[in-house]
């Protein structure tokens, strides 16, 4: 009988001869659950067209929205497509729109081609536009979640926000 270097003495539990304590099983995850993405033309009929497909996904996989959450989603979707209509459509005439939920977050994020990494800056009064930034990050914060930007591995860049799901209380 080979003993491999084992020796003939007893062993200790949990010892390479044991078989292995089973790794639990992550949860399933909810019928809401995944990562869903698409991608658009960099011109002003995508503004409603990306609003539209974005509400009509979260209602499609009933994701437990309040309208106020919703309508706050809708609204950024809304802000960072039209800064790549507005701002990087030279540089990135298409744009990626994904949506991501788990079981207690939603995050929308936009994604161009274009390098330049916008700040949110203080529009004059008199101005017009100037404010997109500015208020997705207000509807973020008064929904208790984050938004941030990021630089993609191909020179581009990434604008994201995360809020809060208040889940459905199951009677």
């Not at 539990?13 to 304590?21: I, S, V």
């Not at 106020?68 to 609204?75: A, I």
């Not at 916008?118 to 207000?138: F, I, K, M, Q, Y």
């Amino acid at each position: 009988m080979e003993n491999h270097g084992r020796g003939s003495g007893p062993r200790p539990e949990g010892g390479r001869d044991d078989p292995p304590d089973p790794v639990p099983a992550p949860p399933d995850p909810l019928p809401y659950e995944g990562v869903w993405r698409f991608t658009a033309s960099a011109v002003d009929a995508s503004v409603p067209q990306a609003r539209h497909a974005v509400r009509d996904l979260l209602f499609r996989q009933g994701v437990p929205l309040s309208d106020e959450v919703l309508q706050g989603l809708l609204l950024i979707v809304s802000e960072l497509v039209t800064n790549v209509v507005r701002h990087a459509v030279l540089l990135s005439p298409t744009l990626a729109v994904e949506v991501a939920v788990g079981a207690e977050w939603v995050r929308v994020s936009v994604e161009d081609n274009h390098p330049y990494r916008p700040t949110a800056l203080v529009a004059d009064h008199d101005e017009t536009g100037g404010r997109g930034l500015l208020l997705v990050r207000e509807v973020t914060r008064e929904a208790g979640g984050v938004c941030d930007v990021e630089h993609t591995a191909s020179g581009g860049k990434v604008i994201w926000a995360a809020l809060p799901l208040k889940p459905a209380q199951v009677p």
